[in-house]
């Protein structure tokens, strides 16, 4: 029940504001070069996800991708959530954002700044990442959200 709601408010929000401007990956928060070296496969390119200009796949030439989500005004109200363990077990972060946490079972992390959701997920098994990746991920993927934090608050508003 609670995953069902989950889903269609994230739908709604993706959806409400895919007008807002350009997307995730016009926007260049984050480049092929930033997220290299988690994948075994290589970065092939960026890619929009129709119907939601808040996320992007960096994708490689099979399944295993990596995608970005940014939800401003969801972020506190979404790691609370997660946080919760209504939805999955996760592990707090220090250093990410305001708060965030980590969710093991599907290698995610999920932060807050400022209310701004950032949610970096990591599509494939475990051996569709790089050779050492899985030991330093968390840590990774916070760096990511911590850089699209420092890249918003240096754009004009």
């Known amino acids: 029940m609670m995953r069902t709601g989950w889903l269609t408010l994230m739908l709604t929000c993706a959806c409400a504001s895919a007008a807002r401007g350009q997307s995730v990956c016009a926007r260049k928060l984050l480049t ?42 969801l972020g506190r109200a979404t790691v609370s959530q997660w946080a919760s363990g209504q939805i999955m077990p996760t592990t707090p972060v220090a250093g990410v954002g305001d708060r965030a946490v980590w969710v093991s079972a599907s290698n995610e992390i999920v932060a807050d700044k400022s209310n701004v959701l950032c949610d970096i997920r990591v599509r494939g098994a475990e051996r569709d990442l790089a050779q050492g990746a899985a030991e330093g991920l968390q840590k990774r993927l916070g760096d990511l959200c911590n850089k699209i934090y420092k890249a918003l608050a240096a754009q004009p508003k």
Do not use: E, H, W, Y
């Open 32 to 73: 092929p070069n930033d997220v290299a070296g988690i994948l075994s496969d290589p970065i092939v390119g960026m890619k929009d996800i129709p119907g939601d200009a808040q996320s992007c796949n960096f994708v490689t030439t099979s399944f295993p991708a990596i995608t970005v989500m940014l939800r401003p005004g």
